[in-house]
């Protein structure tokens, strides 16, 4: 009797397998078709694509170049290079950014220096498309010519 | 209805006017070889994009889909690369039996190919012993998948064609218990007769419950005669790399999977024509302007789309069960399904008595 019993739910559980496969049979389907659709952006929006130091419209950056994402950095990736210039307003020397170099190659995307970073002066954008003939096209600077830091607007 | 008995006939007598009966016939047979073969490679190429299509959607996947629209010359490609890549030399395998393990593995699916009724007239063989026929040389292909696993030196071969062995030998009992029931309330061997008996009823509905039960023993029990799905242990990917074809190479690999394709074909066109009615329409008694209408339907797409849909089933089970263990496939076999056929066989001959 118990074998009877055994063989009627292993065919109760093959019909619920079945139908379980079924409906993955008939539920659309996820694969993006990807060179062709390329104007459409698919990733997601926590994604991370490619470091960026984002300007404002006065080219300004929020880097005090303070090297604690060159240092949080595990393989090396980020070197923040640094000049002194002299202050107008105190006429003290003070470290200001001079080159933020990013190398793609070596990044794992593992978001220390995003987190890590006092200012919020980086972040991450969905950008993909990393594919280069070349390495040296990997390597990318990051604070735009010229720029300079952003003014903290004082508390009222 | 139209049957393509018209046009074989219309052949046989075109030759036989202008030729003597031997040289006719001789012609007829290679006439005949040609067309097989031919069907055979198509319907491969078909079974390999629809296998691939169907798996893809299981997986929420679209498939092959760059290769021509929808990727349809997605296999013809994929037989031109297997056509001319390298057949290579087995360091201390035995040559000879290597060669020809590939050549019986094919040569029975393609007898039990010839056998199938496509349609009325549309049949290479149609012995008064068709079933016989049919279990008999589909059994062949057990000799070349042996030989093929010991010929190849490999412990994996080795291991595959031996569970393979143990698994078609055994499962060939069910798959012959389930076609007796069906011999027994047709009362002939001859498949084009027990086609042409389904014409009011196919047989699945004539046979009641017996019957139905028959059709899943069968469904099983074919499938694992294929060695695919939840039955793939003697190839099993992941213990075997292979299984018994691990070391060929190029067309000798080609052979086994045509054969493998084909085989899960042929065990579908034998349950659409023992238990589906084969190249019947669907006929129900006493509507007669209903069997008008799918009288206009081809038989030769009714045998194709009962035999798909059969395919299909095979397709849907491999997606869905995990690869079973040799003892629990064993006792699959030996526990449930050849008792569930022997009181089967009872069952069926109360209901051809009382019914």
């Known amino acids: ?49 490619q470091l960026v130091m984002p300007h404002n419209e006065n080219n300004e950056h929020k880097c005090t170049a303070c090297g604690i994402c060159q ?20 006429g003290k020397e003070k470290k200001i950014l001079d080159r933020y170099i990013y190398d793609l190659g070596s990044c794992t995307y593992c978001s220390l220096c995003v987190e890590s970073c006092p200012q919020d002066a980086i972040e991450w954008t969905n950008e993909f498309e990393h594919a280069t003939f070349t390495r040296p096209k990997l390597y990318n600077k990051l604070n735009k010519e010229g720029s300079t830091l952003m003014k903290k607007e004082k508390k009222n | 209805m139209f049957h393509f008995e018209v046009v074989t006939n219309w052949i046989d007598e075109f030759l036989r006017t202008y030729l003597s009966e031997g040289w006719a016939l001789f012609i007829e047979f290679v006439l005949i070889g ?7 490679a198509v319907l491969a190429l078909i079974l390999i994009y629809v296998e691939r299509k169907v798996c893809a959607f299981f997986q929420c996947r679209i498939g092959p889909n760059r290769v021509g629209p929808f990727g349809l010359i997605q296999s013809v490609a994929d037989m031109i690369k297997i056509l001319i890549k390298e057949l290579i030399r087995i360091d201390r395998a035995d040559p000879r039996l290597f060669r020809l393990a590939a ?62 062995g143990a698994q078609l030998i055994s499962y060939e009992l069910s798959c012959g218990l389930a076609l007796m029931t069906m011999v027994m309330l047709s009362g002939t061997m001859q498949l084009s007769e027990i086609v042409e008996q389904q014409s009011y009823a196919w047989n699945i509905f004539r046979g009641g ?51 493998e394709y084909l085989n899960m074909f042929i065990i579908a066109a034998i349950a659409s024509t023992l ?40 397709l849907w089970v491999r997606w869905t069960m995990p690869r079973l263990r040799i003892d629990q496939l064993l006792n699959l076999e030996w526990k449930i399904l050849m008792p569930i056929c022997l009181v089967n066989i009872v069952l069926m001959a109360l209901w051809i008595i009382y019914v």
């Not at chain 1, 009797?1 to 993955?24: A, D, E, T, V």
């Not at chain 2, 040609?34 to 055979?40: D, G, S």
């Not at chain 2, 994996?156 to 064609?161: D, F, L, R, V």
Request: proline share 5%.
């Open chain 2, 209 to 259: 419950i017996p019957a139905l039960i028959a059709f899943v023993v069968y469904l099983i029990a074919g499938h694992a005669e294929t060695n695919r799905g939840p039955f793939d242990l003697p190839e099993a990917e992941s213990e075997l790399t292979a299984g018994y074809h691990t070391e060929y190479s190029g067309i000798q690999f080609g052979f086994f999977y045509l054969a």
């Open chain 1, 71 to 90: 240092m949080n950095c595990p393989n090396g990736t980020i070197q923040v290079i640094s000049k002194k210039e002299l202050d107008e307003e105190t």
């Open chain 2, 275 to 314: 238990f589906l009615g084969g190249w019947m329409p669907l006929h129900i008694p006493g509507w007669e302007s209903f069997n008008q209408i799918m009288d206009y339907i081809p038989p030769v797409l009714w045998f194709f789309g009962k035999t798909f849909f059969c395919v299909f089933l095979a």
């Open chain 2, 34 to 40: 040609v067309a097989i073969l031919a069907v055979y």
């Open chain 2, 103 to 164: 050549f019986l593995v094919i040569i029975a699916s393609i007898c039990t190919f010839g056998a199938i009724p496509f349609d009325k007239g549309l049949q290479a063989v149609d012995f008064n012993i068709g079933v016989f026929y049919l279990l008999a040389v589909s059994s062949l292909g057990v000799v070349g998948i042996l030989l093929a696993g010991w010929s190849s030196n490999n412990k994996y071969t080795m291991i595959g064609a031996m569970r393979s």
């Open chain 1, 1 to 49: 009797m118990n074998h009877i019993k055994s063989i009627l739910i292993g065919i109760w559980r093959m019909m619920q397998g079945m139908y379980i496969s079924m409906l993955n049979f008939i539920r659309p389907k996820v694969t993006e078709q990807y060179p062709e659709n390329r104007g459409k952006v698919f990733p997601h929006e926590r994604m991370r694509g």
